[in-house]
């Protein structure tokens, strides 16, 4: 997934108001449709869902031959000397595009997760 969002970053570059800085991802999750045999040729297609004041959100589908065998998100934050860098000040222009229910769910599941989580 990394090299996907390394190809887009790359190819938008020369689009962006400013440098994305240091991306860092935030939280992913992958989930596993088929099995994939043994070296087996993957191709991957990365999507950008949108972004919201803090990150951008990925999707990745990987395939073999047509067959989809795995997808995943990743919310990823751009960072320069240590603080966050809104995707508002880096993309020109761009609107976010509509995150729809998906990513509104995933969110309320990574709230659901910490909230399970043992404070120290």
């Given at each position: 997934m990394e090299l996907g969002r390394f190809h887009y970053w790359y190819g938008v570059k020369s689009?962006?108001?400013?440098?994305?800085?240091?991306?860092?991802?935030?939280?992913?999750d992958m989930v596993y449709i088929r099995p994939v045999s043994f070296l087996a040729k993957l191709d991957m297609a990365t999507y950008v869902l949108g972004w919201d004041e803090k990150y951008v959100y990925f999707k990745h589908d990987f395939y073999v031959g047509k067959s989809l065998v795995a997808t995943g998100l990743v919310k990823e934050a751009c960072v320069a000397n240590g603080a966050v860098i809104s995707p508002n000040d880096i993309?020109?222009?761009?609107?976010?595009?509509?995150?729809?229910?998906?990513?509104?769910?995933?969110?309320?599941?990574?709230?659901?997760?910490?909230a399970l989580s043992d404070p120290r």
């Open positions: 689009e962006l108001k400013r440098a994305s800085g240091s991306r860092l991802i935030a939280a992913q993309f020109c222009g761009e609107t976010p595009q509509e995150t729809g229910s998906l990513l509104e769910s995933w969110r309320v599941m990574q709230a659901e997760v910490k």
